[in-house]
């Protein structure tokens, strides 16, 4: 019974996504890639493999090699970079000195979390903001701190934390289906 309820809230999420959000979002990364700007994406634990998922699909491929790759860097992947800010500086900061060291004017950052509060994220997107770069949020239910810090933010309906994980690898997908189809002019 307990794996029929699961499906059953899942599909419920899955209804209540917002796709006019989904597609700004996917607008303003097809904006800052196509300009030869970078993708700047962070999370914590599962949030932080959704958004090294992103990364690896924009520098590879999605489905077809029908665009050039593009510039996406997940924050937490350079664990030399984590443990060394994190030693020196604090959780806090892990993710905002590396928005410091790596966002330039007209990057985005888009910051994964199914809570909407890790502080570290929010703290994140407060540097991204002052830096102008765009600033996005993909998290749980709202209101939360780091949707309401960011210029545009994707927000999934309450339920279980495995929920609103599964239902954020979705938008990545629909994100790179996006990119994807806005960018895909082949390669040579």
């Known amino acids: 019974m307990m794996i029929r309820e699961h499906i059953s809230s899942l599909h419920r999420a899955l209804d209540r996504i917002d796709l006019r959000n989904v597609e ?9 890639l ?3 700007s970078r993708l700047l994406v962070a999370g914590n634990g599962g949030s932080a493999a959704h958004a090294q998922h992103l990364s690896a699909e924009l520098v590879g491929r999605y489905r077809d090699d029908k665009r050039e790759p593009c510039s ?3 924050l937490h992947a350079d664990t030399s970079s984590l443990t060394a800010v994190a030693n020196d500086f604090g959780w806090d900061d892990v993710f905002a000195r590396q928005v410091r060291a790596h966002g330039r004017p007209g990057d985005a950052f888009l910051a994964i979390s199914t809570s909407g509060r890790s502080s570290n994220l929010v703290r994140a997107a407060e540097v991204a903001r002052r830096s102008k770069l765009h600033t996005l949020a993909l998290t749980g239910p709202a209101p ?9 933010s994707i927000c999934i309906a309450p339920g279980e934390t ?3 994980q599964e239902v954020h690898q979705v938008i990545v997908h629909l994100l790179c289906e996006l990119i994807d189809d806005a960018l895909g002019q082949g390669v040579a």
Do not use: F, H, M
């Open 144 to 152: 939360n701190p780091l949707a309401a810090g960011s210029d545009l």
């Open 162 to 164: 495995a929920t609103i």
């Open 34 to 36: 196509a300009q030869g």
């Open 24 to 32: 700004c979002v996917g607008e303003c990364l097809v904006r800052v």
């Open 72 to 74: 996406a860097i997940a």
